[in-house]
């Protein structure tokens, strides 16, 4: 399995732009689905976005499309996320993940195969 690292985490003012980044282990991230997922206090873990092998296709959740932006770079086993326009309401633990499906979708917890430990990221109004 494919190990997760997350980090640019922060403390943002609404409106401003945060860039997360989640570096890979392993020879096999390229044949995996990368996707984002976040947890508020008190809430359940959400899907956030996600991005297929090649990079090709992508899928926002309805929260957060026009504003955050998701890549990635296999030569580098690294995906990002771009957040633009942030709001309170982004306030959550971000989580990088690993999985299975072809990136035009929703990714299902349940395919998911391996979670990174989570990056704080904090916007304050």
């Known amino acids: 399995q494919v190990q997760l690292v997350e980090s640019g985490g922060g403390l943002v003012q609404a409106g401003g732009s945060l860039r997360l980044s989640c570096a890979a282990s392993g020879r096999t991230f390229s044949s995996y689905v990368m996707g984002w997922f976040r947890q508020a206090p008190g809430k359940a873990r959400e899907f956030v976005t996600v991005i297929s092998c090649s990079g090709g296709s992508t899928y926002y959740s309805d929260s957060v499309k026009g504003r955050f932006t998701i890549s990635r770079d296999n030569a580098k086993n690294t995906v990002y996320l771009q957040m633009n326009s942030l709001k309170p309401e982004d306030t959550a633990v971000y989580y990088c993940?690993?999985?299975?499906?072809?990136?035009?979708?929703?990714?299902?917890?349940?395919?998911?195969?391996?979670w990174g430990q989570g990056t704080q990221v904090t916007v304050s109004s």
């Open positions: 993940a690993a999985g299975s499906g072809a990136g035009r979708t929703p990714l299902l917890q349940s395919n998911v195969h391996s």
